[in-house]
């Protein structure tokens, strides 16, 4: 069983930079596809990046592209969002999700598939000048 913990939350400027780290425990990461998805209040939860899990394919979508880059290391059982440029519309909950894949180059932005079958608790981003 995936457990998943995010970090590396805060309150940051417009224009400034973040970086979330995902932590896996209780299994390999290896094999699972692994998304950021966030969560404003009042909104619907959205993906904000995905990796494949060998990390070749990577999807974003649009309000984030050039801006937010997802990696990951399987070795250290880890996947980061790095965030730049961040904006007022960025505020929301971040939360890591991973699901197993067997087509290793695969993923998706959608939460709401089946695909993620863990999810972390999430971490707090507040944008705000």
């Known amino acids: 069983q995936l457990q998943l913990v995010e970090s590396g939350g805060g309150l940051v400027q417009p224009g400034g930079s973040l970086r979330l780290s995902c932590r896996a425990s209780g299994d390999r990461l290896d094999g699972h596809a692994v998304g950021w998805f966030r969560q404003a209040p009042g909104k619907e939860r959205e993906g904000v990046g995905c990796i494949s899990w060998r990390g070749h394919w990577i999807e974003y979508p649009d309000v984030v592209k050039g801006r937010f880059t997802i990696s990951r290391d399987n070795i250290k059982n880890m996947v980061y969002l790095q965030m730049s440029n961040l904006k007022l519309e960025d505020t929301g909950t971040y939360s890591c999700?991973?699901?197993?894949?067997?087509?290793?180059?695969?993923?998706?932005?959608?939460?709401?598939?089946?695909?993620?079958?863990?999810w972390g608790q999430g971490t707090q981003i507040t944008v705000s000048s």
């Open positions: 999700a991973a699901g197993w894949s067997a087509n290793p180059e695969s993923c998706t932005l959608q939460h709401d598939t089946g695909r993620y079958s863990y």
